[in-house]
């Protein structure tokens, strides 16, 4: 598309906001360009925009992609502000279905036969609808109980040109620099992409639910449904079908008699397991992707986990800042927190690590020890965010992905025991991860892994090494060497196993000094 093109795209999408008075905000910020207030204005006249903004409403009338970008910008209350980022969690993907018709002529082109060939039912009727896909229960030939996920006709062209726009968009927004060149509107944009794109390929959807059952194995009172592969493409996606009752629904999760702080320690435990335990987590656990259901051999209640499209990946040196920033926090430790955002690189370092901590202190110690339900999560991000801005902290998507699925966590541990405290469920998880990960025997382990990558690495760095001797011709005359003693059979094997052996165990040993 051409710029005219973008811009009349968004000027459309502006105006419906503006009719929401989603604009309001935009027209009294000192940071935006004067023309830019004076167009949230004019955009405004004769709209009978409501005093009170409705992000949630607005991005819902711009269609499907802008309802996908504003659940992106519900993880940035830096750059949309408190009020914005609290209204835009509003959006949890709950649209109206497309005509059965049309679901039923996608499912006959993505399924091979069509879909008769392969189920023996189909509910007509979604169980759940969403902007990029729905859901719906269906019945195979051999008798296994599916919920079986379909895109909407149309949506790939949909999304594209609107993510075509808004990364048009946020080019232009960075070059004004300052404020907006700290925040990255363009990494957003990216990370939106990426996100998008892969939840409108269901076979990378079925691929984040294989591996994420696979990271919580064996984490109790936590499920993923299994992926049947058979009925799985691009344009479908069949999952385990299991029955249970969702955590917006809290008189039915009362009637249940399911241990409700149970529950709730279980959600925290579960989602740290991902995250640090394992570096991949679900990052769109808000309460409809959540089911309690019964155990396989129904003798108690399980956390069942849904809709698999936005996942967050962390890397082991990443989870292990994590686990330092999370368990210094916990006990006090504000100067060894510092010094992880210094040695990380998330804070320039012509900075003062001590004013550093000072400010981190300033926000940590009112909490500490206090109920969750005590705590202004706002007060908290609002403290926070401006440290980042009086610190120049770059923006890490990753950790926002991160921090978004924390706050959204503690909201649903919240609904289900509003006395939970996130720092005591939380502390002995990080402590003995962190003992697993950075005790004297990971260290050990570590350094031999080291040492035997390059070991086996020696054969081609002594090709290498030959490769680049002088010519044959080129070399002095060698010197005879005295006659040795011949080894005894069988004993040099042993002898080079065990200097192999002693070189890395001893660099092993260096390494913990």
Not at 50 to 78: E, I, M, S, Y
Not at 114 to 130: K, N, Q, V, Y
Not at 347 to 371: N, Q, Y
Request: hydrophobic share 45%; aromatic share 6%; net charge neutral.
């Amino acid at each position: 598309m051409r710029g005219w093109a973008h811009g009349w795209r968004l000027l459309g999408d502006a105006r419906k906001l503006a009719k929401h008075g989603a604009l309001r905000p935009f027209e009294t910020n000192a940071d935006i360009p004067g023309f830019a207030r004076l167009g949230a204005r004019l955009l405004r006249f004769g709209s009978g925009a409501p005093d009170t903004p409705d992000f949630a409403g607005g991005l819902k009338a711009c269609g499907p992609a802008a309802v996908k970008l504003g659940q992106a910008l519900a993880t940035r209350p830096d750059l949309v502000g408190m009020e914005a980022a609290a209204d835009l969690r509003r959006l949890q993907d709950d649209l109206p279905p497309a005509p059965w018709a049309a679901i039923e002529a996608e499912l006959n082109s993505a399924l091979p036969g069509g879909w008769r060939a392969h189920l023996s039912d189909i509910s007509e009727t979604p169980a759940g609808a969403a902007s990029i896909a729905q859901v719906h229960r269906a019945t195979t030939k051999d008798g296994r109980r599916i919920a079986l996920k379909v895109l909407r006709p149309g949506v790939e062209q949909d999304f594209h040109q609107a993510l075509a726009s808004y990364g048009w968009a946020a080019e232009r927004v960075e070059r004004m620099g300052g404020e907006f060149a700290r925040l990255k509107p363009r990494i957003v944009i990216e990370t939106f992409r990426q996100w998008t794109l892969a939840e409108l390929d269901l076979r990378r959807e079925g691929g984040n639910a294989s591996e994420l059952a696979d990271a919580v194995r064996g984490e109790p009172g936590i499920r993923i449904p299994a992926v049947y592969w058979d009925l799985t493409t691009r344009r479908t996606l069949a999952l385990e079908w299991i029955d249970g009752v969702k955590l917006t629904d809290l008189a039915a999760v009362e009637a249940s008699g399911a241990d409700r702080r149970q529950l709730a320690a279980t959600l925290v435990r579960g989602f740290l397991a991902q995250a640090i335990g394992g570096g991949f987590f679900h990052a769109d656990l808000h309460q409809g992707n959540i089911l309690l259901a019964p155990t396989k051999d129904s003798s108690g209640s399980q956390l069942v986990l849904i809709d698999f499209g936005i996942m967050g990946r962390l890397d082991r040196r990443a989870r292990i800042y994590l686990a330092e920033i999370l368990y210094g926090l916990i006990v006090g430790n504000y100067a060894r927190v510092a010094e992880i955002h210094f040695e990380a690189g998330y804070v320039p370092a012509h900075h003062d690590a001590g004013a550093f901590a000072t400010a981190l202190r300033a926000v940590g110690e009112p909490i500490r020890g206090r109920a969750t339900s005590d705590i202004s999560v706002a007060n908290l991000l609002d403290g926070l965010f401006a440290i980042t801005r009086s610190f120049d902290m770059p923006v890490q998507p990753h950790l926002l992905l991160l921090q978004k699925t924390m706050v959204m966590v503690e909201g649903v541990a919240l609904n289900l025991d509003p006395q939970v405290n996130m720092w005591d469920v939380a502390s002995p998880y990080v402590k003995g991860w962190l003992r697993d990960e950075l005790g004297p025997e990971a260290k050990l382990a570590d350094g031999l892994v080291a040492n035997l990558r390059l070991l086996a690495k020696l054969p081609e760095l002594a090709q290498r090494f030959v490769r680049n001797l002088p010519a044959e011709s080129a070399a002095p005359p060698l010197v005879p060497l005295p006659e040795l003693a011949p080894a005894r059979p069988g004993r040099w094997p042993w002898m080079l196993l065990g200097a192999v052996l002693g070189a890395t165990l001893a660099t092993g040993i260096l390494l913990l000094i």
